[in-house]
């Protein structure tokens, strides 16, 4: 549930409060002085259609403000099942926005976290332990970079596109570089036909498969608010193994191997990105827009920037089956 604050200029409240009677929705209005506070609470699917009716009148931004309050319990509870299918109930853009843009920046928390799972997934990588190397995905923080690819596509915020996409690629080039360091230690060394790292070098339509469902179950646990960490481990597991092992396996001489990780990481990343753009746009995911030239220009840019990255997926499958054959 939401709580969704609506304060106003008292000369408003009398425009507001109507076009409020006339879409039905239930509020509390406490006056002050100057201002007014109305209240509406509601269920998170909904917030979004409140949102936009008050703006349609002008409310965030001609006057006013608007607060978006999480509501953890209502005594007593008075939301009735209406009888509707269900579907799946989609924040709306404002908090969507406050929950994925803080993790699409490169900062040094960022940089830190990145190293330390590099680390982790490297030595994992290297004795051979399952258990280490899933440790490093908990603490891993890639997963934000790749929402906010995913969230800029859809809703043409192209400098969190940017923004993110710059944030992924260090975090990525951080994983390589550790396993670069790291191998040093091991060069010479050969690598059992069991070895974790052979399993991270050699790509199958499993790898197709994880990445898929990674961003499905990513994308909807974003979009739904549910908890992300757990889905953090999975979308880390297709990133971040490969790219650590890219970088042991070129120091210890086995460039063909390292050419199957990067093929894998590849993979994992388109599949992850397109398939979290495509969730957000089935789900309603989409930018506030203020006329229909503005959507149609967003609409168009979207498909764009889709069929790219189904290009380069379709690329990159076509240059697996010829390596294959």
Request: glycine share 8%.
């Amino acid at each position: 549930m939401r709580k969704i604050e609506i304060i106003i200029p008292k000369d408003k409240i009398a425009e507001t409060t109507e076009t409020l009677k006339k879409l039905f929705y239930e509020y509390s209005i406490i006056e002050g002085q100057t201002e007014a506070l109305l209240i509406i609470v509601t269920e998170a699917g909904q917030s979004e259609n409140v949102i936009d009716d008050l703006k349609q009148i002008g409310v965030s931004t001609a006057y006013g403000h608007i607060n978006i309050l999480p509501v953890l319990g209502l005594i007593p509870h008075t939301f009735k099942k209406t009888g509707q299918k269900s579907k799946i109930k989609a924040l709306s853009f404002e908090e969507l926005y406050q929950i994925i843009e803080p993790q699409t920046h490169s900062n040094l928390l960022y940089v830190i976290f990145g190293i330390i799972s590099a680390i982790v997934a490297a030595l994992g990588l290297m004795y051979d332990y399952i258990a280490v190397i899933i440790g490093a995905m908990v603490i891993s923080p890639l997963l934000g970079p790749i929402i906010g690819t995913s969230f800029g596509t859809i809703t043409n915020d192209r400098k969190m596109m940017q923004r993110s996409l710059f944030t992924e690629f260090i975090g990525i080039i951080i994983a390589v570089c550790i396993g670069l360091m790291l191998g040093f230690s091991e060069v010479g060394v050969e690598i059992p036909e069991s070895s974790v790292m052979g399993a991270f070098a050699d790509p199958t339509p499993a790898d197709f498969a994880l990445a898929i469902a990674s961003g499905l179950a990513a994308a909807l646990c974003i979009v739904s608010g549910l908890a992300t960490y757990l889905v953090g481990i999975a979308v880390a597991t297709s990133i971040l193994p490969p790219a650590a092992d890219m970088g042991l396996l070129l120091t210890m001489g086995q460039p063909d191997l390292a050419l199957g990780s990067l093929i894998i990481l590849l993979i994992n990343l388109l599949c992850i990105n397109f398939v979290c753009t495509i969730t957000f746009f089935v789900t309603g995911v989409k930018s506030p827009v203020h006329s229909k030239r503005m959507e149609k220009i967003a609409v168009r840019t979207f498909r764009k920037h889709l069929l790219i990255v189904f290009f380069a997926i379709l690329l990159l499958v076509l240059a697996i089956i010829l390596a294959v054959i």
